[in-house]
């Protein structure tokens, strides 16, 4: 049996049939595997495996009972059945392996900075990552994160299952018949304060919903992760990673949920009016000020760049003025000048993480603009991550 370890893990490749008469050499090589790695967790990939008897199970089982953790991966529909009609996904996890789909007849109806959108039917469309990104595990987490939000009560679409076309993996989500919100005011300029308005109501909805602590990954692994990407590529001084670490530890630990990428094109609007959030990948636990610092970035930093308004919220740059404007000063329930001045300047050093992340690695900047406002971002982010006021922004 092929092997392989990764960190305290090990993954171990099932093959051809596990039966009653070749049970016990299967659990052997197993735990041989096991013991020569040191593994507290196991993952089983059924890739390769073609059936598996009660006598297999039991086997499993075990590991079940004498492991931190057992996961079995790439099951096909006969191996994942037989899981499933016995129970055993419901003492561990057990991963179908993505059904194969051709998109060669699919219509995109939309792109980003992480991969497509294809209409698959009348009820189901597919989001198609990129493949370098995006591995089966990360998709399958992102899988799993709008799924746990959806049985939560967060409006959302329902996601159904990881799929692959070729070399790409994606996730079959419900087709939302509906249009986001910037294309909602583009078509109506006079409601822009209105659906403003909703859109921070909303808003206040999702980030007062709390989540049992584990349910949804921390927020601040998303700014950990550009921490951990800054420092490779050697963009900011070693002092500046150091802070910018220090500054996200500081961020105050809270369980209520945060989208990852709030703002006017993420939040769609049904038919009878009802508001449904899309895009779920970077859904979590955290302070709200993070999910508010990141539509400050999308809305006063992003949309400010190569008709950024229009591409990433679906609005001219006057009316998204607006919007923000009215978003700001409903969500925190301001009106003077003093105020929102205040918050501004604390969203603008909260979304610095984002802010440094994106014109780093943003194919939207060319090299010499990068270097540039890389500089000004380093220093405006020394000079203020000290003074972020978390207390205003929750």
Not at 109 to 137: H, P, W
Not at 249 to 269: C, L, Q, R, W, Y
């Amino acid at each position: 049996m092929r092997y392989e370890s990764k960190d305290d893990g090990v993954t171990c490749w099932l093959e051809g049939r596990i039966t009653s008469k070749n049970y016990a050499d299967v659990d052997r090589q197993i735990c041989d595997a096991i013991d020569a790695t040191k593994a507290s967790r196991v993952v089983l990939d059924a890739t390769d495996l073609d059936y598996i008897s009660s006598a297999g199970l039991r086997t499993i089982i075990r590991l079940v009972k004498s492991c931190e953790s057992v996961m079995v991966t790439n099951a096909n529909s006969e191996v994942y059945d037989v899981f499933s009609m016995t129970g055993i996904n419901e003492l561990m996890e057990v991963r179908r392996a993505p059904r194969e789909i051709d998109i060669s007849g699919m219509k995109q109806i939309g792109s980003g900075a992480c991969g497509r959108v294809y209409r698959m039917d009348e009820e189901r469309v597919v989001k198609l990552y990129n493949q370098a990104a995006f591995t089966l595990d990360r998709v399958e987490r992102e899988r799993q994160i709008a799924r746990q939000a959806f049985i939560q009560g967060i409006p959302s679409a329902i996601p159904f299952q990881t799929v692959r076309a070729g070399e790409d993996l994606g996730i079959v989500y419900e087709l939302v018949d509906a249009r986001n919100i910037g294309e909602v005011v583009s078509a109506d300029p006079d409601s822009c304060e209105e659906w403003a308005r909703r859109m921070a109501s909303l808003g206040r909805r999702l980030h007062t919903t709390e989540f049992e602590e584990g349910l949804l990954p921390d927020a601040r692994r998303i700014y950990r992760n550009w921490a951990d990407r800054l420092e490779s590529i050697g963009i900011y001084a070693t002092a500046t990673i150091a802070a910018l670490r220090d500054f996200v530890e500081s961020i105050p630990v809270a369980h209520t949920f945060v989208h990852g990428d709030f703002h006017p094109a993420n939040v769609m609007v049904m038919p009878d009016g009802e508001l449904l959030l899309i895009d779920m990948g970077d859904a979590s636990e955290g302070h709200p000020g993070m999910d508010m610092a990141g539509t400050y970035h999308v809305v006063r930093v992003a949309a400010k760049r190569n008709d950024g308004a229009q591409r990433f919220c679906s609005m001219p740059d006057d009316l998204l003025e607006k919007f923000w404007d009215v978003f700001l000063r409903t969500y925190y329930d301001v009106n003077d000048e003093a105020s929102v001045v205040e918050l501004e300047r604390n969203l603008a050093i909260a979304a610095m993480p984002r802010s440094m992340g994106t014109n780093a690695f943003s194919k939207f900047i060319g090299e010499e603009d990068r270097t540039r406002v890389a500089a000004e971002l380093e220093r405006q982010f020394l000079a203020g991550c000290d003074s972020v006021r978390w207390d205003l922004l929750g």
